[in-house]
Nanobody, 124 residues
Framework: QVQLVESGGGLVQAGGSLRLSCAASGRTFSSMTMGWFRQAPGKEREFVVAISWHGDTTSYADAVKGRFTISRHNAKNTVYLQMNSLKPEDTAVYYC?????????????????WGQGTQVTVSS
């Protein structure tokens, strides 16, 4: 099992930026594919982005392509989500997730471990 702790959420105006971090512990970080999901009030949790073990493969949801960037620092056991040009519809709780396979999966059931989430609110 791996423990995941997100940070970096907050309130930002539309067009602004935020950088989320997810610190992992409890398992070899470099062997885990990492993902970010989000859940808005009254909606299902949805895929945002994922990155493979060594960062050479990424997958992005269409809604965030060109605005969000995922990266990882294996020596620090941390994955990041840089969010630019934020929109009110990006408002949600953002969750970090981990899976042991190499594939940058996009479904919640593909991920074994989850963080507690961090709130991102974008005002118009």
């Amino acid at each position: 099992q791996v423990q995941l702790v997100e940070s970096g959420g907050g309130l930002v105006q539309a067009g602004g930026s935020l950088r989320l971090s997810c610190a992992a512990s409890g398992r070899t970080f470099s062997s885990m594919t990492m993902g970010w999901f989000r859940q808005a009030p009254g909606k299902e949790r949805e895929f945002v982005v994922a990155i493979s073990w060594h960062g050479d493969t990424t997958s992005y949801a269409d809604a965030v392509k060109g605005r969000f960037t995922i990266s990882r620092h294996n020596a620090k056991n941390t994955v990041y989500l840089q969010m630019n040009s934020l929109k009110p519809e990006d408002t949600a709780v953002y969750y970090c997730a981990a899976r042991t396979g190499y594939r940058t999966a996009t479904e919640t059931y593909d991920y074994n471990d989850w963080g507690q989430g961090t709130q991102v609110t974008v005002s118009s």
